[in-house]
T-cell receptor
Framework: QKEVEQNSGPLSVPEGAIASLNCTYS??????FFWYRQYSGKSPELIMF????GDKEDGRFTAQLNKASQYVSLLIRDSQPSDSATYLC?????????????FGGGTRVLVKP | EPEVTQTPSHQVTQMGQEVILRCVPI?????FYWYRQILGQKVEFLVS????????KSEIFDDQFSVERPDGSNFTLKIRSTKLEDSAMYFC?????????????FGPGTRLTVL
């Protein structure tokens, strides 16, 4: 079983609509979850993180976490063409002082004007 | 706003040559990482570094790889004898003092091309 899984997409949404991205993870002990945005040829850029079950909102972005279902999602409201990118779900693996991030394969989002 | 910097942005080398990729982490961060991303694939962990030693390394990080923090600011990744399959984007990341919660911030990456 893959540690962090995402649908690869592309997820095509019209401008102004809501984009919904999903991520599942295998380690029940995971405590924190990160969403990064990656434009083609660029490095991952933090969008937001979530630690507690429920919703967390930051501007047009909402992260939702359900630890019982091992599921974290990202909603992008009022999608803009500039939101077109690959969105990476990342989960830290708590081990010694390492805390390496395990990434999903990313979901490519395409916002059409 | 503080940021992680990396040099060079693009490195082209011949197979078998040594390369050194350089990173300057955010100044008050304590945890440092290297990741790589082969074109079209997912971001993969290579190594983490804390308190002047490797805290964890992946299967990819074999004897051809090494890391060093030669002074108080730089963090380097050396590949001793590059292979074609080492061609990838290499990202440096750093994290603050809290081992379990702080965010990892990524540098812009170095694109390594091995010919």
């Amino acid at each position: 079983q893959k540690e962090v899984e995402q649908n690869s997409g592309p997820l095509s949404v019209p401008e102004g609509a809501i984009a919904s991205l999903n991520c599942t993870y295998s380690d029940r002990g995971s405590q924190s979850f990160f969403w990064y945005r990656q434009y083609s040829g660029k490095s991952p850029e933090l969008i937001m993180f979530i630690y507690s079950n429920g919703d967390k909102e930051d501007g047009r972005f909402t992260a939702q976490l359900n630890k019982a279902s091992q599921y974290v999602s990202l909603l992008i409201r009022d999608s803009q063409p500039s939101d077109s990118a690959t969105y990476l779900c990342a989960v830290p693996m708590i081990k010694a002082a390492g805390n390496k991030l395990t990434f999903g394969g990313g979901t490519r989002v395409l916002v059409k004007p | 706003e503080p940021e992680v910097t990396q040099t060079p942005s693009h490195q082209v080398t011949q197979m078998g040559q040594e390369v050194i990729l350089r990173c300057v982490p955010i100044s008050n961060h304590l945890y440092f990482y290297w990741y790589r991303q082969i074109l079209g694939q997912k971001v993969e962990f290579l190594v983490s570094f804390y308190n002047n030693e490797i805290s964890e390394k992946s299967e990819i990080f074999d004897d051809q790889f090494s890391v060093e923090r030669p002074d108080g600011s730089n963090f380097t990744l050396k590949i001793r004898s590059t292979k074609l399959e080492d061609s990838a984007m290499y990202f440096c990341a750093s994290k603050g003092w809290n081992p379990s919660t702080d965010t990892q911030y990524f540098g812009p990456g170095t694109r390594l091309t091995v010919l």
